[in-house]
């Protein structure tokens, strides 16, 4: 995952564009910010809560969403 790519929030349902990433070194763990439902996330664990949006209806769903 990298920053631009269009990703799916576990926890919530939001689809969003990943704003920022950063690899925790002693955790060995990707951590990611978002712009989603209007709003940047905080700090969110990609592991276990992210999974990138791969289904092209999703991504047109996500554009319909945001007026695309």
Same mark, same amino acid.
């Given at each position: 995952?990298?920053?631009?790519?269009?990703?799916r929030?576990?926890?919530?349902g939001?689809?969003g564009?990943?704003?920022?990433?950063y690899?925790?070194?002693q955790?060995?763990?990707?951590f @990611?910010?978002?712009?989603?439902?209007?709003r940047?996330?905080?700090?969110? +664990?990609? @592991?276990?809560n992210? $999974?990138?949006v791969q289904d092209p +209806?999703?991504?047109v $769903?996500?554009?319909?969403?945001q007026g +695309?």
């Amino acid at each position: 995952m990298k920053k631009g790519d269009l990703v799916r929030d576990l926890g919530t349902g939001d689809m969003g564009i990943i704003t920022d990433t950063y690899m925790q070194p002693q955790l060995n763990q990707l951590f @990611i910010k978002m712009f989603a439902a209007g709003r940047e996330t905080g700090w969110i +664990r990609a @592991i276990d809560n992210i $999974e990138p949006v791969q289904d092209p +209806r999703d991504v047109v $769903e996500w554009e319909h969403q945001q007026g +695309r």
